[in-house]
């Protein structure tokens, strides 16, 4: 279990994310931490050779990697660590596990926009009881408005799970009911710099638009439920799972080894083991 004393949140905090549905943490991560996942990701040819992308309804095409296991490397070290892991845990009142981790490869100019949606609008249907899950979304590169930041509807988490349909290949949430939410609740645009983090609930409606500019917006998303919340089935996410939770200065140590060894070593989880999607159907299932 971990330790919430290590990174603990104030009340003023927790307070912010049980009403907006929501928490965005500053320098989370210093520059040299952040580089190290940086130039692991856009380094990675595994990484990039099982990235998927569908239709986003809108002209332009998603395009990212997903896994079920945190690992070893650079990635895990960031998804293990109690920075993380610790706030989870404050934010879930319970002990989180990793449901699974994303990169999102929005490249300048091509990468595509993301609809309005719930994630729980999609692990609802893998036995997932409540929507008791929190994701951490860690910026790679900056996240503008013109790149395609993410923006949220604050409060929404608080409408309950809403149908999805598809829209594109992606599903999304029912359109009419998401404008009649973005009506009375209002709608943010979360720029970020690299380091930052947003922790956001699983019933938040979020949403991005196309990167139509210069500028790459690459993120890595991982996701967590409680343990109390262990899904009732077997689907391609895991059940619960006791995270072995790192400190903090274990993200440097493990990228400067990386960076030391081979390229190789800067390779992706074994995909026969934690390559839980190769397609959006996967996803939005």
């Given at each position: 279990m971990p330790s919430p004393a290590n990174n603990s949140l104030s009340d003023s905090q927790l307070q912010q994310y049980h009403d907006a549905g929501f928490l965005l943490q500053r320098n989370l991560?210093?520059?040299?931490e952040i580089g190290f996942l940086r130039q692991a990701a856009k380094q990675d040819r595994q990484l990039d050779q099982h990235a998927f992308g569908r239709n986003d309804g809108e002209g332009g095409s998603i395009r990212l990697s997903l896994w079920n296991h945190p690992g070893h490397g650079i990635y895990g070290a960031f998804a293990r660590c109690h920075r993380i892991v610790d706030t989870a845990s404050a934010l879930l009142r319970d002990e989180p596990y990793h449901y699974h981790s994303k990169m999102i490869m929005k490249d300048a100019k091509v990468g595509g926009a993301w609809a309005w949606h719930q994630d729980y609008g999609y692990w609802y249907a893998n036995a997932v009881l409540t929507p008791n899950l929190v994701s951490a979304f860690i910026a790679v590169d900056p996240a503008t408005k013109q790149n395609g930041c993410l923006q949220v509807i604050e409060g929404s988490h608080h409408c309950g799970r809403i149908n999805h349909q598809l829209t594109g290949d992606q599903a999304g949430a029912d359109p009419q009911r998401v404008a009649a939410i973005a009506e009375r609740m209002p709608l943010k645009f979360i720029e970020m710099e690299p380091g930052d983090v947003l922790f956001f609930h699983s019933n938040l409606l979020h949403r991005s638009d196309q990167n139509r500019s210069d500028h790459p917006r690459w993120s890595m998303i991982c996701c967590y439920n409680?343990?109390?919340?262990?899904?009732?089935?077997?689907?391609?996410?895991p059940n619960y799972t006791p995270l072995n939770v790192l400190a903090d200065d274990q993200i440097k140590q493990?990228?400067?080894q990386q960076t030391s060894d081979d390229h190789d070593s800067l390779s992706f989880l074994d995909p026969n083991h934690d390559a839980s999607a190769r397609s959006l159907d996967d996803v939005n299932r």
């Open positions: 991560f210093d520059a040299e409680a343990k109390s919340n262990d899904p009732y089935e077997a689907s391609h996410h493990i990228g400067q």
